[in-house]
């Protein structure tokens, strides 16, 4: 593992162009709708994003009710940064709040869902994961 002196800060606060380099880099469709992805950001209760030489690597959200469930919708890391600590670093402060809350809730994508379980999550026993989206949106940039 490449050892990087990696700033993690917190807060909303963040440059526009990098935030969509981000997303466009990883892949998500969100980068395609730039001033939603920013305005739910902003809104978000907690936002932990990692910086490497003033460049935004990574990203991730926590939105709660603030007393029992936190749900965290967004982690992303460039692909060049990937499998360096960083992801695991940005959840840890992610969760950090929201320690003795009872349920911390996220959805993965299969391929993500080994690295969520390495962090204590675990598959739902009786339930299931169900959403209403977009059919017409994809969840991957189109390459």
Not at 55 to 76: C, E, F, Q, R, W
Not at 84 to 107: N, S, T
Not at 117 to 142: P, R
């Amino acid at each position: 593992m490449l050892s990087l002196e990696v700033e993690y800060r917190e807060g909303v606060e963040l440059p526009r162009e990098q935030v969509i380099n981000l997303y466009a880099q990883c892949k998500w469709s969100s980068a395609e709708k730039p001033d939603a992805l920013l305005f739910a950001l902003s809104n978000s209760e907690t936002v932990i994003s990692a910086w490497y030489q003033n460049a935004l690597i990574g990203l991730g959200n926590a939105i709660s009710d603030k007393a029992l469930t936190v749900y965290y919708p967004h982690l992303l890391v460039l692909p060049s940064y990937q499998n360096m600590g960083i992801g695991r670093e940005i959840m840890k402060c992610l969760q950090a709040p929201y320690a003795e809350f009872h349920q911390q809730v996220l959805l993965a994508i299969n391929d993500a869902a080994p690295f969520y379980e390495k962090l204590g999550f675990k598959h739902s026993q009786g339930v299931k994961a169900m959403w209403i989206y977009d059919e017409n949106d994809i969840n991957v940039i189109n390459e």
